[in-house]
């Protein structure tokens, strides 16, 4: 190992060892970062509740599920979604005595949306179903 002790010529050094300032500063800062306090920023947001399906939508004998030729689901005659309709269903299985589902498709409608709609049925384990309207179908 070297060391300096000044110049060969004996005159001192005249920079300043900065390794103790650094090294303190270092600390100071680990130091300040330690009590800083952790930053709360709360932004608030009404998020939307899950609510149950309405019992007033769900007829206790028998319930009408069509599909237009566009592909909307209808249920009593008023439009839902598939989440819906799911909902719908479950509530109907879950009545004693289960109402009646009657499905009427449009004769235009694209068959995946029926499939679908079927699937969603048949996923719901509805026991009392029938389909409605199908002397339409016999000119296809």
Same mark, same amino acid.
């Given at each position: /190992? +070297? $060391?300096s002790g000044g110049r060969d010529d004996g005159e001192p050094m005249m920079? /300043?060892?900065?390794? !103790?300032?650094?090294?303190? /500063?270092?600390?100071? %800062?680990? $130091?300040?970062?330690?009590?800083? !306090?952790?930053?709360?920023?709360?932004v608030k947001i009404d998020l939307p509740q899950n609510t149950p399906p309405?019992? *007033?939508?769900?007829?206790?004998? #028998? *319930?009408?599920?069509?599909? @237009?030729?566009? =592909?909307?689901?209808?249920?009593? =005659? +008023?439009?839902? @979604?598939? %989440?819906?309709?799911?909902?719908?269903?479950?509530?109907?299985?879950?009545? *004693?005595?289960? !109402?009646?589902?009657?499905?009427?498709?449009? !004769?235009?409608?694209?068959?995946?949306?029926?499939? @679908?709609?079927?699937?969603?049925?048949?996923?719901? #384990?509805?026991? #009392?179903? =029938?389909?409605?309207?199908?002397?339409?179908? =016999?000119?296809?």
């Amino acid at each position: /190992m +070297a $060391m300096s002790g000044g110049r060969d010529d004996g005159e001192p050094m005249m920079e /300043m060892n900065t390794t !103790p300032l650094i090294d303190v /500063m270092l600390v100071l %800062l680990i $130091m300040f970062i330690i009590t800083i !306090p952790p930053q709360t920023h709360a932004v608030k947001i009404d998020l939307p509740q899950n609510t149950p399906p309405q019992n *007033n939508a769900i007829d206790p004998v #028998k *319930n009408k599920l069509g599909i @237009d030729a566009a =592909g909307t689901i209808y249920w009593n =005659g +008023a439009p839902i @979604d598939r %989440l819906t309709l799911r909902q719908y269903l479950e509530s109907t299985t879950k009545m *004693n005595p289960e !109402p009646e589902l009657q499905f009427e498709p449009d !004769p235009q409608t694209r068959y995946v949306v029926v499939d @679908d709609v079927l699937a969603i049925i048949k996923r719901s #384990k509805v026991t #009392k179903m =029938g389909f409605i309207g199908n002397e339409r179908y =016999g000119n296809f």
